[in-house]
Each structure stands twice: as C-alpha cells, then as structure tokens.
C-alpha cells in the first residue's frame, strides 16, 4: 500500500530502514493517520481532523510513557481517565476548543468506515476509561506506537507553521509604505483556492469596512430620526452553529452566509435554516454575480418544478450576491486608513479563529 504523506514515509523510513513498508502495510492504526493528514498541503476543502486525531494521540503519549514495550503489563491495563486524556489534548495546538466527541465515538465510527474488515474498534471505551486495543499498537513484536507518535508531531508542527503563514504575510504587509502595494497584497490573499476559514476572515474585515461608510438613517419619529454607520459583526468562528449565519448586519437587519460555488443545494439549505429571511451570500469565486444569481435561479427553477410557491420563496430570500470581484473593488475605493484597518481586523480575527493569542 502507498503511502500517503511524505513526511509519513520519511519518519517510517528513519524507524525502520529495512522494513518500513511492510510495517505500514501490516498496521491500521499507521494506515489511518496517514490517511488523515492531507490537511498539511490540501485546499480548502480539505479537514484538519484534529479532534480526532488528537483523541488517538492522547492515548498514545501516556502509553508510551506507560507501557512501550511491555505488551503482557498492557493487557491488564483498564485505561485512562477521560479528564486526564482530555486535559491533554485541550493543551496541545489548536485543541482548547474541542469537544470530547472524536474521543467517545467519531473515531471508533471512521475508523470502521475506513477499514470495514477491521475486527476490532480502535479505542476501546469502557466506563469512562479509554485504551487503544493492543492489535494496532504492535506489527507482530515491534511495538509500532512511538513512530506514530512522531507522525502526530510532525503533522501538528507542519499544521502550526502552515497556519502561521498568513501572520507572517500581514506583518510584512503593515510594515508597506505603499498604499497601492497595499491593496495589490490585500488582493491577492482573495483567491478562488483560499482556505475557507481565510476567506471567510478577509471577506469580512473588507465588508466591515467597506459598510461602515454607508450611513443610514433610523428613528421611531421624523423627531428621533438619526444617522447611524452600518455595522457588520461575525456571529462566531467559521465553523460554529450559527443556523447559516456568519455576518449579521445592524441597524438594518442584515443576513450574510460565506460560501463558495460547490453545489447550489447548500445555498437553499442555508435559507431553510434561516425561515427563508433574506440572505446575502458572498462566494468564494471569480465568476460574476450575474452568472452565479443566473445559475442559482436555474437551480431554484429546476427545484420547483414549475411550483411558484418555491419558487418565490427561494428567490426572494436572495437579497445580494457579492464575489471576489465585488470584494477587490470595495479594496479599490477604500481610503488608506481603512486599508490599514482591513490588515489589522484580518490579523485580529484569523488569530482569534486559530487560537494563537497565546503563540505571539
């Protein structure tokens, strides 16, 4: 079998120089970590599985501590207290927001999802103690659970500086003179193959500020009538349980879901979740708005089946259609303070969203 990752097989090659192959071939539990790290060089799409793999990892740093070696002393072993696993795993990179779920059952569900003929789960559960079954700990005598240690850390380091990355640009990008250079830089962070979370960070802090140059005017009374800005707030991280929210817009009372053209079921979906209250979507793509909102329709016509019922509901709950470009020419006729703001609320907000306050 293939290994997945290159920096998989260079660490299994460190291990065991002679055989590596053989052991990958002849251990599930390597098997299953190599498969779960593409996240080190995918695209947007692509999951950091860091619960779950955090939840195997847990186990394994006290094994190897405990009992490396000793498989006899480890078959009488009962397991380890869920606090004392999930206290570590809160502890590692990007872990203090996890839940405990990857540790009592995700994993055990996709382990067997990925291997079916596998006889045994992974983790065995038991009372509220947790173990990794002695099968993938060993390939016949070689106890393999060091090595796939090595792999996680390897994999949480390469995820760490591959996060740090965009950090690293928006300092070099505070420290330009040149507004022009700027925008250009800013520009070119708003791409088609942007990660997801990046995406959703810099399409707001270019909205935000873009918005809190309307002003609009509101009272109870043509007496009370005031002038307020427009003010764009993120209603968590890109991943929270938010019904389909991701900006929320006072005083008007705004709707804004982030996504990108992957299947306009996803985008009726997010209505659905919001009792069809109009929604302004902003997509991750190049196309213009018209192409998207011509084939949405499309896709809301072919939903409906002539049913106008439908088809009013869905199309009337599309309030704006924002892409890419709309993005870069807001950049274009934003002043230099805001440009400034825009690299500033993109380093606050990615830093918050990958927990790194407590890295800088």
Known sequence: MQIKEEFVKEILEAEYPQDFGKIYDSSLL????????????????????????????????FY????????????????????????FYRGLYGGNKLQNHALNSRVNGEFRNKFPNAVNDLIIIDNGKYLIHIDYLYVGEEDISKAAVKIIDKYIELIKSKDHEL????????????????????????????????????SYAILKNHYKNIKVYFGYSADSVREEELQLYRTGRTNANDGGIDFVMRPVG???????????????????????FPVSFVIKTSSSRQTVLNELEAYINKRANGMKVIEERYKKAIEEIITINELKKWISELSNTDIDNIIRDIDIYYRLEMNMDEDF
């Open 64 to 87: 190897t501590e405990d009992f490396y070696g000793q498989p006899d002393k480890y078959r009488i072993f009962e397991g380890y207290d869920y606090m004392q696993l999930f206290n």
């Open 30 to 61: 390597l098997q299953y970590l190599d498969r779960k790290m593409k996240a080190v060089h995918g695209n947007s799409k692509t999951r950091r599985s860091l619960a779950n793999i955090y939840a195997v990892f847990s186990i394994l740093h």
């Open 167 to 202: 950090i690293n640009t928006l300092q070099k990008m505070q420290l330009l003179t040149d507004y022009s250079e700027k925008r250009n830089k800013i520009k070119e962070l708003l791409t088609e193959n942007a990660e997801a979370r990046v995406f959703e960070i810099i």
């Open 254 to 276: 705004r709707f804004f879901q982030v996504t990108e053209v992957s299947g306009y079921d996803k985008y009726l979906l997010d209505i659905d979740k919001v009792m069809h």
